[in-house]
């Protein structure tokens, strides 16, 4: 079976300064790799997704994130965040043969 | 496309009654997912189905609570009776089968009294 590790529950930044919410997964076989965001009061929504093929993976909002096999990490990165970047960041992970493992959640507070 | 729909988006109730939760899933997804968030416990699976079928049901709590499937549009999950412990949001997502990604819904949010 396969899992997610969010190593920060919280990260506080201040606005315009870059981020990395961090992310490692443990599997014994080949994995797809997504970070969800969600909003206050609203639905988790899917930021990136790595199936195969380049390892940095350009999402939504301005973000990216790099698959690194050797050590099984996930991150998620923007150079500049806004105060509307302020949510909940999930890391998942899924196999040829399971459905989607979900992390604890990393909360991204942007202040001014 | 509207998305995954849910329905009621909030529902207060009184403890012992019988809650009912529904969702429709995205025209032409396969696969149908029920979570439960807390600020507890997190996001935590419930329970999910494969072409109607119910493939996982590991993380249902307890006998209290049951999901059915009677077509690829359409799901409940029943919690009957309901607790306090049982206020959370709950989820519905769906998928085409596999390992692929997952459409939320906009979350039910359950208040038992």
């Known amino acids: 079976a396969q899992s997610v590790t969010q190593l920060d529950s919280q990260v506080p930044v201040f606005e315009e300064a870059p981020v990395e919410l961090r992310c490692n997964y443990s599997?014994?076989?080949?994995?797809?790799l997504f970070w969800y965001v969600q909003y206050p009061n609203q639905g988790l929504q899917l930021l990136l997704k790595?199936?195969?093929?380049?390892?940095l993976v350009k999402g939504i909002n301005g973000f990216e994130a790099e698959f690194n096999k050797s050590q099984t990490s996930f991150h998620l990165r923007k150079p500049s965040v806004h105060i509307s970047d302020t949510a909940e960041y999930f890391c998942?992970?899924?196999?040829?043969?399971?459905?989607?493992?979900f992390g604890k959640g990393t909360m991204l507070l942007v202040s001014p | 496309d509207a998305g995954v729909i849910q329905s009621p988006r909030h529902e207060v109730t009184e403890m012992g009654q019988e809650v009912t939760l529904r969702c429709k899933p995205i025209?032409?997804?396969?696969?149908l997912f029920w979570y439960r968030q807390t600020m507890m416990r997190g996001l935590e699976l419930l329970i999910y189905?494969?072409?109607?079928?119910?493939?996982?049901d590991s993380g249902m709590p307890e006998d209290r609570f049951s999901a059915k499937m009677p077509n690829a549009s359409f799901s409940t999950l029943k919690i009957q009776p309901s607790e306090p412990r049982d206020s959370a949001v709950y989820f519905c997502?769906?998928?085409?089968?596999?390992?692929?990604?997952?459409?939320f819904g906009p979350g039910t949010r359950l208040t038992v009294t």
């Open positions: 599997s014994s076989v080949s994995v797809y």
């Open positions: 997502a769906s998928s085409l089968a596999g390992p692929y990604e997952q459409y």
């Open positions: 025209s032409g997804h396969n696969s």
């Open positions: 998942a992970v899924s196999t040829r043969y399971s459905t989607l493992t």
């Open positions: 790595y199936l195969s093929g380049s390892t």
């Open positions: 189905f494969n072409n109607n079928v119910p493939i996982d």
